[in-house]
């Protein structure tokens, strides 16, 4: 229901901003083609009330009128009034209007209406028509026109073919481009029904050498989650790369063809030879098509993008072909740029060149074409990934640059005649939409300000960042998804940042509205909030109305979220640093919280499922692990699959134990085992059964693949082990008649910040002061009261044991709250770690 609001934002703007409509689309250039060629024919002679200035004009008579037309300059040698009195121009004008229209058959109605917008005279049509025939018709060279005569034959062929083609040519320019965003927008629901109806039995249909060949190899069978060498991007997937070879190869047919040239077979009255008249339509039908380009762009770079909801497709998708399309966008805006400025040079040399440069429209396009080449430039992987603030800014204000560029570009030129800002009022409706509806989600689900309470505590060995969010409202929590969260106490309330969802409590109700209100009061003086640090002083009372992360018997539970953060630089060492000081112990953090983004891989076709994943990637897969033992625990029937297999490589043991916490008691008995891998040093993780050494994902896939006819397999990994996955998935598929589904969670993103944030984003330097000088002596008790997870062993689950695998649960307090508790990682975060993303954002990092 969110979305209602903005999508009727999005109707309106583009509504009130398109009343007419476009050429070809609700706007006629020059229909009935017999009137117009008849007014372009006489307009530029004089008449006998036609007033010359002491400078005098050196211009070219009907091109400019009919440049005039279309935005160029003006004669300026006859006045409106002239024309509305002088009977000649009437007579003459009226004459050709009813001889030539007659000849094609143009309807009275239209003749009427052509007549009231181009005759300048408040006489009517029929009135002004001569009762004779004219004796004589006007020379090709005529300058004056005062006598009532018919209008130069040879003159109006010529008006009449080049504004019948210039018409068509601009009615093309708008068709092509609408095809290029109804096949592009088109293919992608087409494709993201595909993907719904293959994950069930229709699946099943699929030969097994369409997705051997076709739907599961990368582009090469090579890297796909690692960049290429150089960091030169990424490579699509081969279907992906086939979509984006498609749409790129469209474009380049679009803006090639089709042209016709008048010459030499009529005279053209605009164009002196043919190379300019097909470099003029080709200049306008690239700008068109960059415009259109420009649109989809920003369509498939926004966060709250319909197709994510339309077609189930990934962001990482969506953002992939971003980039495309405002690289074709760039590619055609630069043709036409080109295009027009050997337009110039070819009709009157450097100085008709430079004179059009002064113009403002002209120098509004010229710096949206070079913003739009900036914009990519800077947007090169290597830039992403060592320079990422100066990407993000940089892009974000080119970005805006180039709307404010284009819209003047045109609206300077053309004014609102010929409905071209309909485009960028697409765009503007589409950037609108984005905003708006994550704004309206936030206040739906009462998560914006204090609403939003949150405990962030420092995990054994300082590796990870548990912070505890408690929303206003209760989400609709799921594998999949991330949230964006935003820090006040940074004093940079404009960022926020993306993090995986990496568990999550439902909470309890209670049994009566009286019951919620003592329960919440009960909740606010739990213990551990008690015993928490406050943050600072400026956060007031939204520092203390935190919740409790333990639930005692017979009381409410609220609703909550976890996250697991990996520090890295910037807001999260900054963080960490703070944490330290008072390890153990859960601190309040006063922060705003977007979201939940993200859909669940469709895995109730699977017999059984093989989640692989590497390093941090692991709490995608936990994810998953969780949701397979809620459908085992249900007996619903919703998973197919009774058996689960979970492959983890990492490298800091540390991380083991919390990650240990999160999965349920249960496990193991529900059919999950789990085969973990530590290729890094230190003691051994006797109590997670964890080997050393790498992870064998060969033998995984074909040990897994045995006796199954359809296989889920789950990825979540650094670029390398990802790609080696699928390259083993694409050679597994098929054999003994196993089909595999593959799914992915995208590991890559640019995580190297150097953020300048205050020195102390949890505790004013009077709290740190405190903490520092109090905090040996009290962290046990504090960590005794607190009721911190992990603070008392849990026991292992014989049947684990037995399996190899990893079967201790949660510590005993935090079983009765981890119910429906499951992580997620979304959006292409590496590490799970916080990356700045000020909005809007028209480039993303990852997907090249």
Same mark, same amino acid.
């Given at each position: ?186 293919? $992608?629901?087409? +494709?993201?029904?595909?993907?719904? %109806? !293959?994950?069930?039995? @229709?699946?099943?249909? /699929?030969? #097994? ?70 470099? $003029?339509?080709? +200049?306008?039908?690239?700008?068109? %098509? !960059?415009?259109?380009? @420009?649109?989809?762009? /920003?369509? #498939? ?79 090169? %992987? ?7 603030? /100066? ?458």
């Amino acid at each position: 229901m969110h979305l209602l609001a903005p999508l009727l934002l999005l109707w309106q703007i583009v509504g009130a901003g398109a009343k007419q409509g476009t050429i070809g689309m609700g706007i006629s250039m020059y229909k009935p083609v017999c009137a117009y060629a008849c007014h372009d024919a006489l307009a530029s002679l004089y008449l006998s009330c036609t007033t010359f200035s002491a400078e005098g004009h050196d211009m070219e008579g009907m091109v400019m009128k009919r440049m005039e037309e279309m935005g160029g300059e003006a004669m300026g040698t006859t006045s409106e009034e002239c024309y509305a009195t002088d009977p000649v121009w009437a007579q003459t004008l009226a004459y050709c209007f009813r001889d030539r229209c007659a000849i094609d058959g143009a309807e009275e109605d239209a003749v009427r209406k052509a007549w009231t917008a181009l005759s300048m005279t408040e006489a009517a049509y029929e009135d002004s028509i001569p009762p004779e025939r004219p004796a004589a018709e006007l020379a090709a060279d005529a300058v004056w026109l005062n006598v009532t005569s018919l209008v130069n034959s040879e003159l109006y062929f010529s008006y009449r073919q080049t504004l019948s083609e210039f018409e068509f040519q601009e009615e093309m320019h708008v068709r092509l481009s609408v095809v290029v965003c109804a096949l592009t927008v088109g293919i $992608t629901l087409l +494709a993201g029904l595909y993907q719904h %109806l !293959s994950a069930g039995r @229709l699946g099943n249909l /699929i030969p #097994f050498g369409v997705s051997k060949h076709l739907l599961l190899p990368a582009l090469f069978n090579g890297r796909h989650q690692a960049p290429l060498p150089g960091n030169l991007g990424y490579a699509p997937s081969r279907i992906l790369s086939l979509f984006i070879f498609l749409y790129v190869v469209l474009n380049l047919i679009f803006s090639a063809v089709p042209y016709k040239s008048t010459l030499p077979t009529v005279a053209n009255a605009w164009f002196t030879s043919e190379k300019s008249e097909i470099a $003029t339509y080709v +200049a306008n039908r690239t700008g068109v %098509l !960059s415009f259109a380009n @420009l649109a989809l762009a /920003i369509l #498939f770079a926004g966060r709250s993008n319909p197709l994510f909801w339309l077609a189930d497709i990934s962001q990482t998708t969506c953002l992939t072909f971003h980039r495309w399309a405002a690289r074709v966008s760039t590619v055609q805006a630069v043709v036409h740029s080109i295009l027009y400025t050997l337009t110039y040079f070819w009709s009157g040399g450097a100085n008709a060149y430079y004179a059009e440069v002064k113009v403002a429209y002209y120098w509004w396009g010229i710096v949206a074409t070079v913003l739009m080449s900036l914009g990519i430039a800077f947007s090169a %992987l290597p830039i992403r990934l060592y320079q990422y603030e /100066i990407f993000l800014v940089s892009h974000i204000v080119m970005a805006i640059m180039v709307l404010v560029g284009c819209w003047y570009h045109v609206v300077l030129r053309f004014k609102y005649n010929w409905g071209y800002e309909v485009w960028l009022y697409i765009a503007f409706a589409l950037w609108a939409f984005d905003r708006l509806s994550r704004f309206l989600l936030g206040i739906y689900r009462d998560m914006l300000g204090t609403t939003t309470q949150a405990l962030a505590e420092l995990a054994p060995g300082g590796k990870l960042i548990k912070l505890t969010v408690y929303p206003g409202t209760k989400w609709n929590f799921g594998p999949g998804q991330h949230a964006f969260l935003s820090f006040p106490t940074t004093g940079r309330l404009w960022e926020n940042h993306p993090f995986s969802i990496a568990a999550w409590d439902h909470g309890i109700a209670p049994p009566t509205s009286e019951g919620s209100q003592t329960a919440r009061k009960e909740v606010e003086k739990d213990p551990e909030i008690a015993a928490a640090p406050v943050l600072d002083d400026s956060s007031g009372s939204s520092s203390r109305q935190t919740s409790q992360t333990r639930t005692r018997p017979g009381q409410p539970s609220r609703p909550s979220v976890t996250f697991l953060v990996r520090p890295r630089k910037g807001i999260t060492s900054s963080i960490q640093r703070d944490l330290s000081l008072v390890r153990g112990t859960p601190v309040p953090l006063p922060l705003s919280i977007e979201g939940p983004y993200g859909r669940a891989a469709n895995l109730a076709s699977a017999e059984s499922i093989l989640c692989i994943a590497g390093g941090m990637g692991i709490t995608a897969l936990m994810a998953y692990v969780q949701r397979f033992v809620e459908a085992r625990r249900a007996g619903s029937g919703a998973l197919k699959a009774a058996r689960l297999l979970l492959a983890w490589s990492y490298r800091q043991r540390e991380i083991a134990e919390m990650v240990r916490a999160l999965l349920p008691a249960d496990a193991a008995a529900v059919g999950v085992e789990c085969r973990w891998t530590c290729t890094g040093t230190g003691t051994a993780d006797s109590a997670a059964g964890a080997g050393d050494g790498r992870m064998d994902v060969d033998a995984l896939v074909r040990e897994e693949a045995v006796g199954v006819r359809r296989l889920a397999v789950l990825v979540c990994a650094p670029g390398t082990l990802a790609d080696e996955a699928r390259r083993v998935v694409v050679g597994v598929v098929g054999e003994g008649g196993t089909r595999i589904d593959l799914h992915e969670e995208s590991f890559a993103w640019p995580w190297q910040l150097n953020l300048a944030v205050p020195s102390s984003v949890l505790f004013s330097q009077r709290e740190l002061a405190g903490i520092t000088s109090t905090v040996h002596g009290e962290r046990d008790t504090r960590k005794a009261q607190s009721g911190v997870p992990g603070s008392r062993e849990a026991s292992e689950s014989p049947r684990a044991k037995a399996r190899g695998g990893l079967g201790r649960g949660p510590p005993a307090d935090h079983r009765r709250t981890s119910r429906g508790w499951w992580t997620g990682s979304r959006l292409d975060l590496a590490d799970l770690c916080c990356v700045t993303w000020p909005v809007p954002s028209l480039l993303s990092p990852h997907g090249d």
